[in-house]
């Protein structure tokens, strides 16, 4: 991670998940960061290394709040890579507006807009605002409403243009102010995770990331983003996607 000042440090969230476990791991490894802090709801607080694993519950913005008074300074790295597709309240994406369910869909919004949201009202504040610093949140492709052609998945579709638009305001404020901040939304592929096991079927052969992979996609797009990429979607290759 070139692009960054050494010494500082970045936060993962969602470290529990696939694509945010190997986010950490690849992150661990750049001497780059000096530390390197780890939420997810189900951790336990503990300390490896430069690794600090810290339990952080989005949907508490309490948690969210105790968490970020926890971490060493200066900030350079925030990568949201929490989401929900299916399970739970959520339960299935729906493939017609006949199953749309308000629970349903209030969950969907919790979870991949209003949480990342709370996390840059406390996370931004606390970015260096010398050198490169960047607040990316793991979006997803089909949150464009231009390229939409298949429909379906109401609520994980709408919550990721909306959580796109969030990303946009953050950007154009955040520019006003720390010109050196970028907020991107950032696709990581198709990836061989939890969120998407039950709809690998449609995946053509040689299109499915491990984890692993897609980090090291993500981390080299970070690292290559230009001023005029804040407030845009970057897929793992680096392209553009349409809002
Ligand atoms: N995998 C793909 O093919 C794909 C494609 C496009 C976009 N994405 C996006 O990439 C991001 C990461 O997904 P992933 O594939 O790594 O999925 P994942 O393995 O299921 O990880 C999801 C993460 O989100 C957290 N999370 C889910 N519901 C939560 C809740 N209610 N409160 C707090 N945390 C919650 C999980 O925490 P727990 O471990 O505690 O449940 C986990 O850390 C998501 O934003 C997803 O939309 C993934």
Redesign the pocket.
């Known amino acids: 991670m070139r692009s960054f000042e050494p010494g500082g440090c970045a936060v993962v969230v ?7 476990g190997a986010l950490v791991d690849a992150l661990g490894d750049d001497p780059i960061f000096d530390s390197v802090f780890a939420w ?3 951790f336990e607080p503990s300390i490896h290394g430069k690794l600090r694993r810290i339990r952080v ?3 508490n913005e309490a948690s969210i709040a105790a968490a970020a008074t926890q971490i060493g300074l200066p900030l350079r790295l925030v990568i949201v ?5 299916h399970g739970g309240v959520i339960g299935q994406p729906e493939k017609t507006y006949r199953a749309l369910d308000a629970d349903a869909l209030l969950e969907s919004y919790r ?2 807009v209003v ?1 990342p949201a709370l996390i840059a009202r406390h996370l931004l504040p606390i970015l260096s605002p010398r050198g490169r610093s960047v607040f990316a949140a ?3 492709r089909v949150g464009s409403i231009s390229d939409n052609r298949a429909g379906g998945w109401h609520a994980y579709r709408a919550s990721k243009a909306a959580l796109n638009m969030m990303l946009r305001n953050l950007a154009i404020e955040t520019s006003r102010r720390t010109p050196e901040t970028l907020c991107v939304g950032l ?5 061989d ?4 096991q039950p709809f690998q079927r449609n995946v053509a052969a040689g299109h499915l990331f491990t ?1 692993a992979i897609s980090a090291a996609h993500l981390l080299s797009v970070i690292d290559g983003l230009r001023r005029e990429d804040s407030g845009s979607v970057l897929a793992w290759d680096g392209t553009t996607i349409p809002p």
């Open positions: 969602g470290a529990s998940g696939g694509i945010g997810a709801r189900s519950d989005i949907t890579a929490t989401g929900a597709l979870i991949n949480g793991l979006s997803a696709h990581p592929g198709t990836v995770t939890g969120l998407s984890p």
